[in-house]
């Protein structure tokens, strides 16, 4: 519009000088916007620029501290911790059995992460690691949110189907709410209402946390064991990923589905980057991270399919700078069934990848 403008004004009729037209081109550019919603969507590609070594480890769920340029990983061993200004890896930085998800709580200096193998749930100081207190959960905490209207957090206890409630100032839990199925990751849309997959019945549950309740149920067709969910809150949209590939953009208050997308199988995530106005699906089959660019919910393509590394599954997003950061190693199979995948030796690393 910006460009619009400046034609016009620098073709003065007879009630506008050339001045005035000169002084209308410079205010209509300034007062552009960076990205319209409305525009073609013209910004550049997506590449790995950068790859930070780290000690072997099985990982789960990552996530980003934008303020303190931290990354967090839950692993093996507990949470690695990569600085990323000087790229300083303390690889356990909460020392634990296994841990799955980790959430800093905005700038309170808190975070907390989940230990499947205890059922428990920890807060711990983001400055030294130092944990402040430990909070039983239901059986096999999985994935975290944080539900703006009350402040608690939530985790996903897969064997135990339900949620639990955290008060991370307290330190203590607020309670539960059974799901009726094995959940896997939730998001929240800052209105009181967490959605949470359903991965044993293929849909996602509307979770009313005032109420401790499901509101409502929605159903995923074509969707096979619903894992990444993440919620656009500009057109209030849920974008939902499942392990045979489809990736679903539906209506959050109705379950109305948008589009129906197929990308490679073994999807554990979706990364929605709200001011980029990016979802990004790694397919931990074929090593692929799809990229959607997302105008609205009417206006959703494939931007790009990005090579990265077979097993690359899982990943956080800095919000800040719109970098990707997902973990990879080279895996090597089960010998026999029950068994836990190994890795070849010193292959685990960080692959970032930034918008060019």
């Not at 620029?49 to 072997?56: E, F, G, L, R």
């Not at 409630?165 to 309670?175: E, M, R, S, T, Y």
Request: net charge neutral; charged share 20%.
């Amino acid at each position: 519009m910006a460009i619009l403008a400046c034609i016009v004004l620098w073709f003065p009729t007879k009630v506008r000088s050339a001045a005035v037209a000169l002084l209308g081109c410079i205010l209509a550019i300034a007062a552009a916007p960076a990205f319209s919603r409305d525009a073609p969507d013209a910004r550049g590609a997506y590449r790995i620029v950068d790859s930070i070594p780290a000690p072997n480890a099985l990982w789960d769920l990552a996530t980003v501290n934008p303020q303190r340029h931290r990354l967090y990983v839950g692993r093996v061993g507990g949470v690695l911790a990569v600085d990323l200004q000087t790229r300083a890896i303390t690889p356990a930085f909460v020392p634990s059995a296994f841990v799955h998800g980790v959430l800093p709580i905005g700038d309170s200096g808190r975070a907390v992460a989940t230990n499947g193998l205890t059922s428990t749930a920890v807060i711990f100081d983001e400055a030294t690691g130092r944990v402040l207190s430990t909070i039983p959960t239901g059986k096999d905490p999985d994935a975290l949110a944080v539900e703006p209207r009350s402040g608690l957090v939530v985790t996903t206890n897969k064997q135990g189907a339900d949620l639990t409630l955290i008060d991370p100032v307290a330190g203590v839990g607020a309670g539960s709410i059974p799901l009726g199925g094995e959940p896997d990751f939730p998001a929240a849309d800052g209105r009181g209402l967490v959605y949470v997959n359903i991965n044993s019945r293929n849909e996602i549950a509307a979770v009313d946390i005032a109420a401790r309740a499901v509101l409502r149920r929605m159903a995923l067709p074509g969707c096979e064991g619903p894992t990444g969910l993440a919620y656009d809150a500009a057109d209030q949209m849920l974008i939902s990923v499942c392990d045979n590939g489809a990736v679903l953009f539906l209506d959050a208050e109705t379950g109305r589905v948008w589009r129906t997308f197929q990308v490679g199988g073994g999807p554990d995530a979706v990364l929605f980057d709200a001011a980029r106005r990016r979802a990004f699906v790694p397919s931990g089959s074929d090593g692929v991270v799809t990229i959607f660019s997302v105008r609205d919910r009417r206006h959703i393509t494939v931007s790009q399919r990005l090579a990265t590394q077979v097993g690359v599954r899982l990943g956080a997003l800095d919000p800040l700078t719109g970098r990707l950061y997902l973990p990879a190693a080279q895996i090597i199979p089960p010998k026999a069934p029950g068994q836990l995948k190994s890795l070849v030796p010193d292959t685990f690393r960080i692959l970032v990848v930034a918008p060019d």
